[in-house]
């Protein structure tokens, strides 16, 4: 079974920087795809940012240019550096992990990010 531990969150100043990180146990990280959702106050979840187990990367319109979604696959961690955080940006993350076969498809438990004004 896969698990994921993420770390990194706090609160931000508008403008500010954080990295969110996401380890995950198992030797299977490196054939898995890993996300980053987000779920703002009132709102749904959505998909951030999303690294392939090739290293293709692909983001939402509303964080291309600040976010950066990398892994590395000898520490199975993933990572999401955030830059020049809006207070909109202020969500529980979440990390996420799919594929293989069998199937896995696994979360961690959330991290929040708070962006104050």
């Known amino acids: 079974q896969v698990q994921l531990v993420e770390s990194g969150g706090g609160l931000v100043q508008a403008g500010g920087s954080l990295r969110l990180s996401c380890v995950v146990s198992?030797?299977?990280?490196?054939?898995?795809?890993a996300s980053w959702f987000r779920q703002g106050p009132g709102k749904q979840r959505e998909l951030v940012a999303v690294?392939?187990?090739?290293?293709?990367?692909s983001y939402a319109d509303s964080v291309k240019g600040r976010f950066t979604i990398s892994r590395d696959n000898v520490k199975s961690t993933v990572y999401l550096q955030m830059n020049s955080l809006k207070p909109d940006d202020t969500a529980v993350y979440y990390c996420?992990?799919?594929?293989?076969?069998?199937?896995?498809?696994?979360w961690g438990q959330g991290t929040q990010v708070t962006v104050s004004s």
């Open positions: 198992g030797s299977i990280f490196s054939i898995l795809a």
């Open positions: 996420n992990v799919n594929g293989g076969s069998p199937w896995y498809n696994s």
């Open positions: 690294v392939s187990s090739g290293g293709s990367t």
